[in-house]
C-alpha cells in the first residue's frame, strides 16, 4: 500500500518570505500522480498544485513551485513570496495513475502541515 | 469551473438517530465519489468509493451498516451515518470525479466544502 508522509507537524515563515514543506511517500508503482492540497480555517479542500511523475520538470503555479526527487520519493512544496492568505494545512497527496482499477482515483494523504504566516 | 456542494454544513442530532449528507456535483457527472472523514487537526481518512450504480467499497475498519452510501446518479452519492452516537462527531467531505480518457490528464478530485456533524 502507498503511504505518504509529512514529517513536519507546524511551520512558520516570515512575510513575503520562502518556505518549504517537505513530503516523502513510499510506492512500487512507477507511474503515479502526487498533489499539494491547502486547507484553510474554512475546511475547503483546495488544489494547490500537482506532479505527474513521468515528468522530469517540476511544477510551477504561480508562487507555488515543487521540487520532485522520483528516486529519493521526495515532493517539497516551495511558497515564495509568504502571504498572510498563505496560512492554512497543507496536504501532501499521492494518486495511482490506472483509471481502470476501481478505486485508483483515490487520494492518499500525508498528516498534513500547518503553516503560520507571521506579519 | 467544476463545483461540489455538500449539505448540509452544519448538523447536530441527538445519540441514535440517524443522518443523511448529500454530495452533488453541480456542473459534471461524476462516475465516482469519495467519503472521507476528518478528526480535528488531523489528515483526511478515506471511508469509502462510490461508484454510481454500484455498491460502494469500504476502507478496512469503516462498519458498512453503519455508515451507508448510495450512488444513484452521476450527481449524487449520499452518505447516511445510522444510530449516530457522540464518537460518530466528526467532519464528513465528500470529492467527486469526472470520467475523463485514460490516456489525459490527471483527473483532478472536487472538494465539497465538508460537513460537520456533531452528536450529542
Known amino acids: 500500500a502507498q503511504t505518504v508522509t509529512q514529517s513536519q507537524p507546524e511551520m512558520s515563515v516570515q512575510e513575503a518570505e520562502t518556505v518549504t514543506l517537505s513530503c516523502t511517500y513510499d510506492?512500487?508503482?512507477?507511474?503515479?500522480?502526487l498533489f499539494w492540497y491547502k486547507q484553510p480555517p474554512s475546511r475547503q479542500m483546495i488544489l494547490v498544485i500537482r506532479?505527474?511523475?513521468?515528468?522530469?520538470q517540476n511544477a510551477t503555479e504561480n508562487r507555488f513551485s515543487v521540487n520532485f526527487q522520483k528516486a529519493a520519493k521526495s515532493f517539497s512544496l516551495k511558497i515564495s513570496d509568504s502571504q498572510l492568505g498563505d496560512a492554512a494545512m497543507y496536504f501532501c497527496?499521492?494518486?495511482?495513475?490506472?483509471?481502470?482499477?476501481?478505486?485508483?482515483?483515490?487520494?492518499?494523504f500525508g498528516q498534513g502541515t500547518r503553516l503560520t504566516i507571521n506579519p | 469551473g467544476a463545483v461540489v456542494s455538500q449539505h448540509p454544513s452544519w448538523v447536530i442530532c441527538k445519540s441514535g438517530t440517524s443522518v443523511k449528507i448529500e454530495c452533488r456535483s453541480l456542473?459534471?457527472?461524476?462516475?465516482?465519489m469519495f467519503w472521507y472523514r476528518q478528526f480535528p487537526k488531523q489528515s483526511l481518512m478515506l471511508m469509502a468509493t462510490s461508484n454510481e450504480g454500484s455498491k460502494a467499497t469500504y476502507e478496512q475498519g469503516v462498519e458498512k451498516d453503519k455508515f451507508l452510501i448510495n450512488h444513484a446518479s452521476l450527481t449524487l452519492s449520499t452518505l447516511t451515518v445510522t444510530s449516530a452516537h457522540p464518537e460518530d462527531s466528526s467532519f464528513y467531505i465528500c470529492?467527486?470525479?469526472?470520467?475523463?480518457?485514460?490516456?489525459?490528464?490527471?483527473?483532478?478530485?472536487?472538494f465539497g466544502a465538508g460537513s460537520r456533524l456533531t452528536v450529542l
Open positions: 510506492t512500487s508503482e512507477s507511474d503515479y500522480y
Open positions: 497527496a499521492y494518486r495511482r495513475s490506472s483509471l481502470i482499477i476501481q478505486g485508483a482515483q483515490k487520494l492518499v
Open positions: 506532479q505527474e511523475a513521468y515528468k522530469q
Open positions: 470529492s467527486a470525479s469526472r470520467f475523463v480518457n485514460p490516456e489525459g490528464g490527471a483527473n483532478v478530485l472536487t
Open positions: 456542473d459534471f457527472q461524476a462516475t465516482t
